[in-house]
């Protein structure tokens, strides 16, 4: 489950504020993320904006490696193909930020979907015999 628009804005403040005048984005409830569709005659610098707020990039083949949650997240909008990317912030950082690159089949246009998984909770600690139990087995 993804953040809410609200939660994604505000965590993708300096992100999106250095879209401005580049392009605009919409919400998309169907996959609960940002979306932006422009010509691809602009992706050089959308590309050099997501570059420098989510450092790390994801193809389908590196997706492979990919730490879980990367996997989870982009499973979550559908697999990567062929000229499609992933852009994330570090998977360890205390909020995931990922983007989505899909540039369409006619080459003029692409679509970024900006997105951030929910936190899990983590599993209340378990305590008695049950853990102790766990204990031997571990």
Request: glycine content about 8%; hydrophobic content about 45%.
């Amino acid at each position: 489950m993804n953040l809410n628009k609200a939660q994604i804005k505000a965590g993708c403040k300096e992100l999106l504020h250095d879209f401005d005048g580049l392009i605009s984005f919409a919400w998309d409830g169907g996959f609960n993320a940002l979306l932006a569709e422009f010509p691809a005659r602009k992706q050089d610098d959308v590309r050099n904006v997501l570059t420098r707020h989510l450092n790390l990039t994801w193809d389908r083949k590196s997706m492979r490696s990919a730490p879980a949650i990367l996997k989870e997240s982009a499973g979550e909008l559908g697999d990567l193909r062929n000229n499609q990317l992933l852009f994330t912030t570090d998977p360890a950082a205390s909020l995931l930020i990922f983007a989505a690159w899909w540039p369409w089949g006619n080459g003029e246009r692409v679509s970024v979907r900006i997105a951030a998984p929910a936190a899990e909770s983590a599993p209340a600690e378990e305590t008695g015999i049950i853990a102790k139990l766990k204990g031997f087995f571990a």
